[in-house]
């Protein structure tokens, strides 16, 4: 690769994590500070690539970070819980591909008291990373423990049985989740757009009927991003 090309990534990226590294330290010292979105968030997915010439990784890794700094934090009710989700509700638009970001999001979320803002996120990040099985058993999870919906709940732990390297008890939670909704799996099999509330032309239906294996890291840096916002 271009020498020149390499050396505008790694001006650009150093940029980012001086912005990040900067904005922790200001937070730090003002643990009340208001949530602040990450800079360059509301460019398009195909924008960002363009922008760091075909290396959106790097910017998916700030993103992941910048999201990190509030998640991780030993009080996340010190934010304000509108703004911290319309932040990570615009992360998850990104379609930055880094998994734990849009789980961990999920978690904080719930804790806070917004299990209901957990499956959009979740859902944005099946479509980004279709052969994920942690999602897909995060989504099953909130719909279990938190919405109480044992028929979306066994759709995804469904789902996720069917993903590669999935732990081999889930089909059996799934069924017995399905049962607990009154139907069975070859039921809802039939009738997951009904149950979910979604087009059959939607791309999360698409991938919820489709059997994918899991990516390999290498392969994930690799794929070229999909259904990007032109």
Request: with cysteine.
């Given at each position: 690769m271009n020498l020149v090309v390499r050396l505008l990534v790694l001006v650009a990226a150093a940029g980012l994590f001086w912005v990040t590294a900067v904005h922790s330290h200001e937070a730090y010292q003002r643990p009340d500070s208001e949530v602040r979105e990450p800079p360059l968030i509301d460019l398009s997915s195909r924008a960002i690539s363009m922008l760091f010439l075909g290396f959106k990784h790097v910017y998916d890794d700030f993103l992941s970070?910048?999201?990190?700094?509030?998640?991780?934090?030993?009080?996340?009710?010190?934010?304000?819980v509108d703004a911290l989700e319309k932040m990570l509700n615009k992360i998850a638009l990104s379609r930055q591909r880094?998994?734990?970001?849009?789980?961990?999001?999920?978690?904080?979320?719930?804790q806070l008291g917004r299990p209901q803002a957990c499956p959009p996120i979740l859902e944005l990040g099946m479509e980004v990373l279709p052969g994920s099985w942690r999602?897909?058993?995060?989504?099953?999870?909130?719909?279990?423990?938190?919405?109480?919906?044992?028929?979306?709940?066994?759709?995804?732990y469904n789902v996720c049985s069917e993903r590669e390297h999935s732990p081999s008890y889930i089909k059996s939670v799934a069924r017995k989740l399905a049962?607990?909704?009154?139907?069975?799996?070859?039921?809802?099999?039939?009738?997951?757009?009904?149950v979910l509330g979604i087009s059959e032309d939607s791309e999360l239906y698409k991938i919820l009927k489709r059997k994918y294996k899991e990516a390999t890291p290498d392969e994930k840096e690799a794929t070229p991003d999909e259904g990007e916002d032109y």
């Open positions: 970070i910048w999201a990190v700094h509030y998640l991780a934090s030993p009080d996340p009710s010190i934010y304000d880094r998994e734990t970001t849009y789980i961990f999001s999920c978690f904080v979320l719930s999602i897909p058993l995060t989504l099953g999870f909130v719909y279990t423990e938190d919405l109480n919906d044992p028929r979306k709940a066994a759709i995804y049962q607990r909704g009154g139907t069975t799996l070859e039921a809802l099999d039939h009738s997951v757009a009904e």
